[in-house]
């Protein structure tokens, strides 16, 4: 039997831990079914603990075999992905490349938090470039240099060669250079521009944009 997935979201113009899994789920070509909860709304809290154990969004969960089980935290939810389908090679083949991929996600999914809170995710929007403390500039220093490296070793379209869970790890950060008018080099600047152009980038942004906000944020 086929397993059914279903994969627990947040809104998806805030939610950058939602579109890293749901980006490497649509490049594996899965077929899952998609449950959105509305985040800063009253009831969102409550809703999450019905899915998710650490009371954060994603988690996914497996049914198989007249058993369920959930998977959460987003890096979980990939690598459990990329175990079950090989066949996708969402991490590249190349030990090398694998290695350094495995590297730029851990390092995305432990750190940047200044970046995380000063320039958040807003899918769509244009608004002012803050000005950047020491630590925010750093880390914003950090990611170009990071992706420059890596376009340059693996001389590919994406990170590591070919589209993987580092490239999906690397997602919201495009939106957030878009959002925040951040400039890049070249390199940089074409690597924004083909993750935006993904059919599955496309998708997303869509729906984000169609999304009711709220008022306020609770
Ligand atoms: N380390 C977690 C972080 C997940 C996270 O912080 N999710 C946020 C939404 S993007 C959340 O669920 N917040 C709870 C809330 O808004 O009540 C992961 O990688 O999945």
């Not at 950058?16 to 077929?31: D, E, N, V, Y």
């Not at 409550?46 to 890096?75: F, H, M, N, Y």
């Not at 083949?93 to 290695?99: E, L, S, V």
């Not at 008018?181 to 998708?203: D, N």
């Amino acid at each position: 039997m086929h397993p059914r997935y279903t994969l627990h979201i947040g809104t998806k113009s805030f939610s950058s831990w939602s579109l890293r899994p749901w980006l490497a789920m649509k490049h594996a070509g899965l077929s899952f079914t998609e449950d959105m909860i509305a985040l800063r709304m009253p009831d969102t809290k409550q809703r999450i603990a019905l899915v998710s154990p650490s009371g954060k969004v994603p988690a996914l969960t497996i049914e198989e075999d007249g058993r369920a089980q959930t998977i959460w935290d987003s890096l979980a939810i990939c690598e459990t992905i990329a175990e079950r389908h090989p066949e996708a090679l969402l991490w590249p083949h190349d030990p090398a490349a694998r290695a350094e991929a495995r590297s730029l996600a851990a390092e995305m999914h432990a750190g940047f938090p200044d970046v995380r809170k000063n320039l958040s995710m807003d899918i769509g929007k244009i608004l002012p470039t803050p000005e950047l403390d020491e630590a925010t500039s750093a880390q914003v220093a950090r990611l170009i240099a990071l992706w420059e490296s890596a376009l340059k070793r693996y001389g590919g379209e994406f990170l590591c060669g070919s589209f993987s869970i580092a490239d999906c790890f690397y997602a919201p950060v495009v939106t957030r250079f878009e959002t925040y008018s951040v400039a890049l080099p070249p390199a940089s600047e074409a690597y924004a521009a083909r993750i935006q152009a993904l059919p599955s980038m496309r998708e997303w942004r869509q729906a984000a944009l169609a999304e009711t906000r709220p008022a306020a944020p609770v």
